[in-house]
């Protein structure tokens, strides 16, 4: 439960800030609990927030990290992947208030780690494809399933054109326009980025562009992660394929 208190302080920052994305930490010192507001730092900090991380260190000196907080000011009250994941990997709790709604939300990692966060990687079954599936599962979009079984690492060589094969499928179904842009083409938020990651072996990894600089996948023998889209991935870029209604 987040204290009235706490919601009047964080509502009180969210509507100084708008149309800006509000962000901030909810400290506990003892037996008193505070709100520690922050700069976003984000590049687009009227669709995203970046806390600044020399006010998350100050407020760390301040008190006990209970939560981070930002706000919406759009309908939309639902965290993103790349709130979940980041509240999953550091252990913090999210909250969310939206100006328009005037709603309050809490994402409790330890309750809501749904979705992919923790899986190993399986080939398959739990995968960088899996990884777009969940998000677009999120955002109310169904994409389809694989059409081959893919039992080990070498499934591209064998079968080079599977991935396009695959979003040839997406595309193919009237309610899913989905349209393919060529690798220099500049990213919008949930763009699925397909890489070649050996020149000519092939596409053999996808992820989804959070927006930011950043995107989340399912690197081989690790957990599923959020990082920069850096120049070196960016090097790596196959293809890239958008859904029109998003």
């Known amino acids: 439960m987040i204290k009235e208190h706490i919601k ?10 708008s149309p800006r994305e ?7 010192d003892g037996q008193k609990t505070q709100t520690f507001p ?3 730092s984000s590049e687009k900090p009227k669709s995203h927030f970046s806390v600044h991380p020399a006010d998350y260190v100050a407020g760390s000196l301040q008190g ?7 706000s919406h000011n759009s ?4 965290f993103s992947t790349n709130d979940k994941l980041h509240s999953s990997r550091h252990e913090v709790n999210y909250v969310l208030y939206n100006t328009v709604k005037d709603s309050f939300s809490l994402f409790d990692y330890e309750k809501d780690k749904t979705f992919f966060y923790d899986r190993i990687f399986e080939i398959g079954k739990s995968d960088c494809y899996t990884v777009i599936k969940e998000h677009y599962k999120e955002l109310g979009i169904n994409l389809a399933d694989e059409p081959h079984n893919r039992t080990d690492h070498t499934w591209h060589k064998r079968n080079p054109t599977l991935i396009q094969g ?6 193919n179904n009237p309610e899913l326009p989905i349209c393919e842009l060529p690798p220099s083409s500049e990213l919008k938020k949930h763009d699925v980025v397909v890489f070649e990651f050996v020149k000519g072996a092939g596409p053999n ?3 989804v562009y959070l927006g930011d600089g950043t995107m989340t996948h399912h690197p081989r023998n690790k957990y599923p992660c959020v990082e920069n889209l850096n120049q070196i991935y960016r090097r790596k870029i196959h293809k890239i394929y958008r859904h029109e209604g998003l």
């Open 8 to 17: 009047d302080l964080i509502k009180s920052h969210a509507l100084k800030e």
């Open 38 to 40: 922050c700069r976003n």
């Open 166 to 171: 695959l979003f040839n499928l997406n595309k």
């Open 75 to 78: 309908d939309n009250e639902n």
């Open 22 to 28: 509000c962000c901030g930490l909810i400290l506990q």
């Open 64 to 70: 006990s990290i209970k939560a981070i907080y930002h």
């Open 205 to 207: 990894h996808v992820a």
